[in-house]
C-alpha cells in the first residue's frame, strides 16, 4: 500500500509538470492516495519535504538527482598517474542555475501559464523579511512578495514568484558572507588552512590566519538521519575520479575527512531540500577549485546544523 501510495503521488507530480522523463521527490504520501495535500492555514510555511523545483528541469538533468554518498569509510589506495590525470566531466550548466523549490500547487500554475504572486508562506518567510528589512512576521504578504521577486529578478532565481524558498535564502547567506565569511568568529583561527564547514549557513570555505584562500561557496550536507558529523578532521585522502562502490554513483573531486564523508561535487542542485547522506556536496566547479585548494593532511572545522536535521 505505501508503495503504491508513493507511485501515485510521483506519477502526479511527473504530470503535473509535463516534462517528459523528469525524475522528481515526491512529498510525502497524504492519508489518500492521489489526494491534495490539505491547505494551510494563512502564515503556516510551506514544509521543506513538499517543495519541488519550480520550473522543469532539463530532459539531460533532473532537478532532483541525489547523490547517494558513500557511508562506509572507502579503501585508500594510490590513483595511478593515468587516472589523476583524467578530469570528471562538468556538470550541465542548468545544473548551477537558482531554481527555487516552491509547493507543488504554485509549480502547477506557473507551468498552467498562470503568471501569480505566490500567496504561500515560504520555510525561510521570516529570514528572508529580515534580510529584506520588511516587516518580520513570518506571513506572506503583497509587499513581501514583490519585494522577494525584485531580489530573485535580480539575482536569476527563477521562478520569480515571490516564494521564500531554500534557494532565494541561500543566495541571500552567501551575499551577506562573501565579504567575510567569518565574521561571527565561528571557525577557530590558525596559522595553518582551515576548510570550514558552517552547517547552519550551508556554505565552506578554506581561510589561513584571518585570510580566505577559498569561498565562500554553497554546500548541501547531511539530511536528518545522515548528518554530517561536526568538529575537527583532517583531510586523509584525496581521489578525483571516486565513484561510490556502495551506491555506483560518481563523486567527482572527492577530499575525505572523516570515514566515508568528504567533500565532493554532484551533477545536481546543491540546494536540493532534503540533504546528502552525510558528505558535503559542492557545485562540479567548487569542488574543482577546492581540490587545488585543499591538500591531505589540511585540517576541517564542521560547526552548526542543517536546518531541518
Request: proline share 11%; net charge positive; hydrophobic share 35%.
Amino acid at each position: 500500500m505505501v508503495r503504491q501510495r508513493t507511485v501515485a503521488v510521483l506519477v502526479a507530480v511527473i504530470t503535473a509538470l509535463s516534462v517528459p522523463g523528469a525524475v522528481a521527490e515526491p512529498p510525502p504520501a497524504p492519508s489518500v492516495p492521489g489526494a491534495p495535500s490539505a491547505p494551510r492555514a494563512p502564515g503556516v510555511p510551506a514544509p521543506l519535504s513538499e517543495l519541488v523545483p519550480g520550473v522543469p528541469p532539463g530532459p539531460s538533468q533532473p532537478w532532483h538527482l541525489d547523490t547517494p554518498d558513500q557511508a562506509l569509510a572507502p579503501k585508500v589506495y594510490t590513483p595511478t598517474a593515468e587516472e589523476d590525470a583524467a578530469e570528471p566531466a562538468d556538470a550541465d550548466a542548468e545544473s548551477d542555475e537558482l531554481i527555487e523549490y516552491v509547493p507543488l500547487s504554485d509549480a502547477v500554475a506557473r507551468q498552467s501559464g498562470v503568471v501569480a504572486c505566490s500567496k504561500q508562506t515560504g520555510p525561510y518567510q521570516r529570514q528572508v523579511e529580515r534580510w529584506l528589512r520588511l516587516r518580520v512576521d513570518g506571513k506572506q504578504s503583497a509587499n513581501d512578495c514583490r519585494a522577494i521577486r525584485a531580489f530573485q529578478v535580480r539575482y536569476g532565481i527563477r521562478p520569480d514568484s515571490g516564494f521564500a524558498g531554500p534557494v532565494t535564502w541561500a543566495k541571500m547567506q552567501l551575499l551577506s558572507a562573501a565579504k567575510n565569511p567569518n565574521a561571527a568568529g565561528k571557525c577557530p583561527v590558525r596559522a595553518y588552512r582551515v576548510a570550514c564547514v558552517d552547517l547552519t549557513r550551508q556554505l565552506t570555505w578554506v581561510q589561513k590566519g584571518t585570510k580566505v584562500l577559498f569561498g565562500p561557496v554553497p554546500i548541501r550536507s547531511g539530511k536528518a538521519g545522515y548528518r554530517t558529523r561536526s568538529g575537527w578532521y583532517r583531510v586523509y585522502w584525496k581521489h578525483k575520479n571516486h565513484w561510490s562502490t556502495l551506491y555506483n554513483t560518481p563523486m567527482p573531486y572527492s577530499q575525505f575527512f572523516s570515514g566515508g564523508q568528504a567533500f565532493h561535487g554532484i551533477y545536481g542542485s546543491v540546494y536540493n531540500p532534503p540533504g546528502s547522506m552525510g558528505c558535503v556536496n559542492m557545485r562540479i566547479a567548487d569542488a574543482r577549485t577546492l581540490w587545488g585548494a585543499l591538500y591531505k593532511g589540511d585540517s576541517v572545522y564542521v560547526w552548526g546544523r542543517r536546518p531541518g536535521t
